[in-house]
C-alpha cells in the first residue's frame, strides 16, 4: 500500500519563490545587455506583458522581486515600442513591489 505523504504548502511556496528569484535574476541580466526578448520570456511562466504577475502562492521577497523586475521590464519596452498603456503598467508594477 502507497503512503501519500500530505504536501507541505510552505516547502511549495519556498519552491516556487526560489525558482521566481532565479528567473527574475537571469531576466535583469538579459535587461543589462538590452535583450528584452530573453528577460520576458525568463518571466513568462508567472509574468506577460498584458497581465498582472502571478504571485499570490510566493514569498514577500519573491513577489516583490518578481514585480519590480517585471515592472523595470515593461518600462524598458515601453520605452522602445509603442504599447497600450504607454508606461503606466510598468508605473504600476514598480508601486506593486514597493507596496
Wanted: charged share 15%; hydrophobic share 40%.
Amino acid at each position: 500500500m502507497a503512503t501519500t505523504l500530505p504536501v507541505d504548502s510552505l516547502s511549495v511556496q519556498h519552491s516556487e519563490s526560489g525558482a521566481v528569484e532565479s528567473c527574475c535574476a537571469t531576466a535583469r541580466q538579459k535587461l543589462e545587455v538590452g535583450d528584452y526578448d530573453a528577460g520576458l520570456r525568463a518571466l513568462a511562466p508567472w509574468w506577460s506583458l498584458d497581465s498582472w504577475p502571478s504571485h499570490s502562492r510566493l514569498s514577500d521577497r519573491a513577489s516583490a522581486e518578481l514585480l519590480l523586475t517585471a515592472g523595470t521590464l515593461s518600462g524598458l519596452i515601453a520605452s522602445t515600442k509603442q504599447l497600450p498603456g504607454g508606461q503606466r503598467p510598468a508605473e504600476g508594477l514598480l508601486n506593486g513591489a514597493i507596496a
